[in-house]
């Protein structure tokens, strides 16, 4: 038996209300250009329309004219998306909680992650959406993930019960040590002032 092994996400499709209210929505709140448009190729009575979610992978949505926006919350129960995030840099972090307020959408404020900043909202069709903002670059050739795979480890070891940001700059800092040599026999932590 092998594996199907998958190399990111391809897109995710989402049901929207009418053409308008999706394109106000993807391109018009959340800056994703709107790059495509055909009907469903399964349901040729709907629009296929495709955002650029700003890493060139692809959200799209179902729109039908004959769909209005719903303040409903979609069902969460087992098996059902949660939410969707999307990565925003740390400088529209701190601008997102204005932007709704003008806009008058309701929203959760700010909420620390410990190694990320979130704010959530509904899209008109009742998905809960997050907008999630890092703490941290990864070095250079590393991933999110990897930062946070080598966080987890030192977070579990202290006994900690979320990564903080302790864990997030010894992750970073192991990685470095990790990928670059050096001529010196003893790589740990000095203090030039003390000599």
Partial sequence: MRKIQTQGVHHITLVGADRQTSIDFWEGLLGMPFIFDQPNLDAPAESHLYF??????????????????????????????HHIAFNVSQATSRQIQERLDERGISH?????????????????????IELASYRFEPPRGFTHGDVLLEAHKRRVAAGDYNIQEKHLADAIEALELGRRGSLSDDRGPKNPYTR
């Fill in 52 to 81: 650029d979610p700003g890493d060139g992978r692809l959200i799209t949505v179902f729109c039908n004219e004959d769909r209005a926006p719903q303040a409903e919350a979609v069902p969460q129960g087992i098996g059902a998306v």
């Fill in 108 to 128: 959760s404020g700010h909420k620390d992650r410990g190694f990320m900043d979130s704010f959530y909202f509904r899209d008109p069709m009742g998905l809960l």
